[in-house]
């Protein structure tokens, strides 16, 4: 594995050895011992689009395996604000790192940034397109919590039409036979394109709701995600989906004892904050899942 | 010790402790070994408002005892900006590090992010209230400079009212029985708690002045703080004071021997830039002491 | 060598000393060796102007050598927006730190840093003045790719007036026995002062011309640099120069076998970007010059 541009680049077995490698890292962080694996290499983080969370979970996990990380805080002093193009500016970064993270506003930009560079390329996220170091953690922190993807009763709730970490997650999980719920309010739903993918690929059946109440009640798994108020013209709409499609505490009198919540986080009121102390939440420990899977991932491209 | 929030949940022995180890550490920089204390250890430095300086200075102790540091530069860009919590944020920021250091604009900020968080916190500010870290340094470079704190004649001279440096160094050079003088000019004396709580615990007696020229003729120790021009509704009356208010040469004239100028910097103005050559100033000294003393803190937290 | 402040402080000797040392530094890095002669050091990168291409060189070079960085993202975010003048701000920065690099929007700053301060200070920049770790990787990358630099015939190209790059690296090529011809734009010519202190000191015989192709056909190394538009009242000017200006593929055609193109980047059309694949170009090699020459340097002022 040279890059990480997709998680459709990578099969179940690959998937299954990255997720393996990451137990091993978490080990090692569990027990405190000092890797080195990394001393006197360089991680450039390029991030065309702020993203401090994931931009500091790459920090952290690179600085944790003993290597350097190089920032670039804002993006717009680099020389592209001369009118450099990017292939001059990967071309440069690549000569003073070893691994480059990068997040881009434009579809498919990992993928052209990795054949121009000679250097590892991560994506970190490319439009609305890949984010699979995130899907990554999510699989790792399904695993890790529930012990199994196969059968288990998954629900993606939310505003799967624009945010970015579901539809790759929705791919990956099928791939490894989850039973598939997907909740959103009216007009928010995943595109059809993907379901076509999914069905296709993976011959997985696959539930659509606008009915959170009784998908919460099946599920083993609830991902949520936020309305993403931005892409709205209309704020006042966004606000009122938003409301309407929140987790409550009384949603979850019906829920399985057993059922987790994940969510990829920042949260601003699609979960309610009284559910953080409950036994459900479990987006802090997925928070601190996407260390090792990120130590996982970085030791694996050098 | 897990956190370190304000200088009042100290007492004298646990202050001494605390300013013992930071001459051990300032015996380690001068013999140019090195530590490895914090080898594969992670600070994060979450300032909600700007303060370079303080923050360069935890970042040098950290790399100095071998540790990495993970900054926010601009802490809008974290998810805050997108509505998040300050909870959600320091419970995710503490999955990434091994302690926290936090400046905040309001107070009490410090305290309650130490009961949110598992990882130690350090207040490095939390609206005019506390700097602990400050106020050790500024303890530790009186006992280097004049051998002992109890019995001199110390003068903290400025904008009484508006500095947080001064008021929990007040208080905490009472309890090592200094004698205290405040020169500020009219009305930005120190408010009357804080001479009514320093009073009461430890029986101190205290001389409140206008005249700069008298103070520093007396003094062992003169401490000057800047005017804080940006509190002052009228900058030419700001200005105006903080002329009446400045450390000139001829003021030195009649000053004992062995007097020693400090101040927590930026200085604009208030401390003649003719007097930084001189015998007297001892602020750039006490910048220097900001690195082992924050090396003393970081490796208690932790 | 404390500082490194200007190319013309250094004799022949003196520059052939860091590159042989860039040498062996370029070695240890194709080993991958890892190299502990910064452990525990920190390099403090103080850019009063943007120059992300600069502090990341040297940032990288730091790292390589085992030690930290401790980067101002904003310097106005110093105590410079506060008053505090420059001395006070390098005497404080100096006490965080084992080696200053500094880049500064006027001339002459640099040397004026190295007398206040007691730490090594590397200028990255004062002006239009000098560049001097630019200069030195310029050297070096032109003995590597050509084996030595004496009698080459060196094409200095583009907007020479204000490039600061162009003006030390004339002069230091001129002490090392090039031919040199500059080309540029009528009204972009050196300025005449620069003119008479090469020839001056070096008995150089110069060529100056405004045509771009038979230059290029004479060149052994061709230099070049962007038009820089933002010093140009009027921009459509400065575009119509910039494209007159342009290394075509057309325009090496007459060229020699061995000839190779060099730019201190960004480029941003003055070199077609057709030719990056081509065996003249050699400027992202150049930037992968820099490590060595910068880790060197790092490592002979210390």
């Known amino acids: 594995m040279k890059d990480l541009i997709s998680i459709k680049d990578l099969n179940i077995e690959e998937i299954e050895e990255i997720l393996e490698k990451s137990e091993e890292m978490e ?73 480059i993270v990068i997040r881009h506003p434009k579809e498919g930009t990992a993928r052209y940034v990795a054949e121009v560079s000679s250097k590892p390329i991560i994506n970190a996220g ?31 709730l939310g505003d799967l039409k624009h945010a970015r970490v579901m539809k790759p997650l929705a791919y990956s999980l099928a791939m490894f036979g ?26 997985t059946n696959m539930i659509q709701t606008n009915d959170i109440y009784s998908a919460v009640n ?19 709409e966004a606000e009122k989906l938003q409301k309407s499609f929140k987790i409550t505490p009384e949603m979850l009198e019906g829920a399985k004892e057993d059922m987790i919540i994940l969510h990829a986080l920042p949260k601003v009121g699609e979960v309610d904050s009284s559910i953080d102390g409950t036994k459900y939440a479990k987006y802090f420990d997925q928070v601190a899942y996407g260390i090792p899977v990120r130590m996982a991932i970085l030791s694996m491209v050098i």
Do not use: W
């Open 178 to 203: 989850a039973k598939l719920t997907f909740a959103s309010p009216v007009g928010l739903e995943f595109n059809k394109e993907l379901l076509n993918e999914i069905k296709e690929k993976f011959n």
């Open 218 to 236: 099946e599920a083993d798994v609830v991902y949520a995600c936020r309305i993403q108020k931005e892409r709205f013209a209309d704020q006042y």
């Open 27 to 99: 080990f090692v962080l569990k027990e405190n011992k000092n890797l080195d694996i990394m001393k006197g290499k360089i991680l450039a983080t390029l991030f065309f689009e702020p993203s401090t969370r994931t931009k500091l979970s790459f920090t952290s996990a690179m600085q944790r395996l003993g290597g350097s990380v190089m920032g670039f805080e804002a993006v717009e002093s680099l020389s592209v604000a001369k009118g450099e193009n990017l292939t001059d500016t990967i071309k440069t970064v690549e000569k003073y790192s070893d691994i």
């Open 126 to 156: 490319d439009g609305s397109n890949q984010h699979p170091s995130q899907t990554l953690l999510d699989l790792y922190s399904i695993k890790k919590l529930k012990g199994r993807i196969e059968g288990l009763n998954i629900i993606l």
